[in-house]
T-cell receptor, first 111, second 113 residues
Framework: ELKVEQNPLFLSMQEGKNYTIYCNYS?????LYWYRQDPGKSLESLFV?????AVKQEGRLMASLDTKARLSTLHITAAVHDLSATYFC???????????FGQGTTLQVKP | DAGITQSPRHKVTETGTPVTLRCHQT?????MYWYRQDPGHGLRLIHY???????DKGEVSDGYSVSRSKTEDFLLTLESATSSQTSVYFC????????????FGPGTRLLVL
């Protein structure tokens, strides 16, 4: 059974600091997704990582994938308050598109 | 938003009553999904569809059924709602050449009393 685990589950940080969210998964997969969710809202797609060593960056967020270690990271650079949200990673099936989600990491960035 | 709408957006119902949630898409995507979101669990797949009248179970399918009689609509039915089915329900579609991108609808908040 595929399991996806994120850590930390809650992160409180000061503006301007850097931090990394980790996403571990238990079986082989070549698709890793990162989503953002604001309170009461739907999920917004941030990154889709489709191969080992893939790295994608958008603004202050950078995601990477190591399929051999079954690990993805979401790195936050110089955090700002607007990044406060819950971040989910998910592992996908290339056959069916089904996603298995991690528990989510709630990020709180304090001014 | 990939042209996904869900209805109703909010619903309060009583235990034992049937409930149907609708997901509608406007872009002719083949794959559609129903997830539920509960605190501490992230999102979990209930059922999915890979074409008209083609559906399969997900992780948490007990107590739910689905139907897809046309490409644009994917219905989720709770035959007899229970309090444990109180949740936020999200519909999603896959897009891209190899279904590599998944977009989510706005969600339906369901409260079963």
């Amino acid at each position: 059974e595929l399991k996806v685990e994120q850590n930390p589950l809650f992160l409180s940080m000061q503006e301007g600091k850097n931090y990394t969210i980790y996403c571990n998964y238990s079986t082989t997969s070549d698709r890793l997704y990162w989503y953002r969710q604001d309170p009461g809202k739907s999920l917004e797609s941030l990154f889709v990582l489709l191969s080992n060593g893939a790295v994608k960056q958008e603004g202050r967020l950078m995601a990477s994938l190591d399929t051999k270690a079954r690990l993805s990271t979401l790195h936050i650079t110089a955090a700002v308050h607007d990044l406060s949200a819950t971040y989910f990673c998910a592992v996908g099936s290339s056959n069916t598109g089904k996603l298995i989600f991690g528990q989510g990491t709630t990020l709180q960035v304090k001014p | 938003d990939a042209g996904i709408t869900q209805s109703p957006r909010h619903k309060v119902t009583e235990t034992g009553t049937p409930v149907t949630l609708r997901c509608h898409q406007t872009e002719n995507h083949r794959y559609m999904y129903w997830y539920r979101q509960d605190p501490g669990h992230g999102l979990r797949l209930i059922h999915y569809s890979y074409g008209v009248k083609d559906t399969d179970k997900g992780e948490v399918s007990d107590g739910y059924s689905v139907s897809r009689s046309k490409t644009e609509d994917f219905l989720l039915t709770l035959e007899s709602a229970t309090s444990s089915q109180t949740s936020v329900y999200f519909c999603a579609i896959s897009a891209g050449q190899s279904q590599e991108t998944q977009y989510f609808g706005p969600g339906t908040r369901l409260l079963v009393l």
